[in-house]
């Protein structure tokens, strides 16, 4: 009977000099396996004496524990070894910023109405909508456009085909049927603003058949001109980024407002290019005046408890003067290289809290 002893250490010294799983294994069937070097001495035990056996099987079966352990132990370290190895070769690196430069761009049709829509709330307006396939009422009528007036003319009305009960709805010419929608739907006081899509069958440089206006509604018990004037005044200096702009109200007529007013914004023609703040010109950028107190009665308000103010301001238009854009048209043609030299970055948010310009990218 050799040394168990000597055995046992030798083969534990060849266990844990292994260095790969294959080998381990021809190790452990040399061993311990069926037929394994270990397995044919322990078979030896039958042919031992009771005492022999008494002496030698305790011996052989913690031989064989210490074996099987060893294996196991180097097994792992072995699957370990190799995981780690797998991980360390299969490393990605996750700290890299993204690449690709930022993809698409905000419509300065979009910029605008989202400053616009910023500097008035500021100030207290609340933002009111409506439906661009309008009824006639709403667009014409209950704003003091009777049916036979010459301003209807004047808008160059998309007319839909006749409804059910022979009436024809219109592509909304303007954005002022928002104020009588607002205060039809409930009680005063209202301070909105309205930005949306209006339609006109209208096409040149400065003119295209959908355009974008942005109308106001202030009405209380005690709201004048002041306070139209003043509203104007504070949004020009917000929008246009200047302290000193010059504004002029130009007596004019709208049946929905009197007295009514446009109102020019200073500026200088140069060189092809229209610069806000500076010369001697100037420029239309919207209809306003106190709100006609047959509107009013049309809503059933009491035009001698409640008065108030309305405007409606081209969007493109002061998109254009802001942002030196020459040609309307370009800004719906959908051309990627005017998008990308007129949009704006996606984060840019207008704000006023942060106090942050916001500029093009141009
Ligand atoms: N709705 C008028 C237009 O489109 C503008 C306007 C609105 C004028 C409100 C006065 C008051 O021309």
Redesign the pocket.
């Known amino acids: 009977m050799e040394d168990l002893q000597k055995l046992e250490s030798e083969i534990v010294a060849a266990i844990t000099a292994c260095e790969d799983l294959a080998k381990l294994e021809d190790l452990r069937v040399a061993e311990i396996g069926k037929k394994g070097r270990v397995s044919l001495m322990m078979r030896e035990l039958g042919k031992m004496s009771p005492d022999e056996k008494k002496e030698f099987g305790p011996k052989f079966n913690k031989l064989k524990t210490v074996l099987v352990d060893a294996i196991a132990d180097r097994k792992a370290a072995l699957e370990l070894d190799a995981l780690n190895a797998r991980l360390q070769s299969e490393r990605i690196d996750i700290t890299l910023p993204s690449r690709p430069a930022p993809e698409g761009s905000i419509h300065p049709i979009t910029q605008v109405m989202d400053e616009v829509t910023e500097i008035f709330t500021e100030i207290g307006f609340s933002v009111a909508e409506g439906p661009e396939i309008e009824e006639d009422f709403y667009n014409f009528t209950a704003?003091n456009i009777p049916e036979e007036h010459p301003a209807r003319q004047m808008?160059d009305t998309f007319y839909l085909p006749e409804d059910e009960d022979g009436k024809r709805k219109v592509l909304r010419?303007?954005?002022?049927p928002v104020?009588i929608r607002t205060m039809m739907a409930g009680p005063p006081p209202y301070r909105i603003i309205a930005p949306g899509r209006?339609y006109r069958c209208d096409s040149d440089a400065t003119h295209t058949p959908m355009f974008h206006?942005v109308?106001?509604?202030v009405i209380d018990k005690n709201i004048h001109m002041g306070h139209l004037k003043w509203c104007i005044e504070e949004f020009c200096r917000k929008f246009f980024e200047l302290d000193d702009v010059k504004i002029r109200f130009r007596p004019?007529y709208?049946p929905?407002?009197e007295p009514?007013?446009?109102v020019d914004i200073g500026c200088a023609f140069k060189d092809g290019e229209i610069l806000i703040g500076e010369g001697d010109d100037w420029l239309e950028i919207?209809?306003?005046?106190m709100?006609n107190a047959r509107v009013l009665e049309n809503v059933n308000l009491d035009p001698n408890e409640y008065q108030g103010?309305?405007?409606?301001?081209?969007l493109d238009r002061i998109a254009m003067l802001k942002w030196g854009i020459p040609d309307l048209r370009d800004f719906f043609a959908a051309d990627l290289r005017w998008l990308k030299h007129y949009g704006f970055a996606a984060l840019d948010i207008p704000s006023l809290s942060t106090q942050n310009k916001t500029t093009g990218s141009k």
Do not use: K
């Open positions: 704003l808008h010419t303007h954005t002022s104020q209006t206006q109308e106001a509604l004019s709208f929905f407002t009514s007013a446009e919207m209809g306003c005046g709100v103010f309305a405007f409606g301001m081209g």
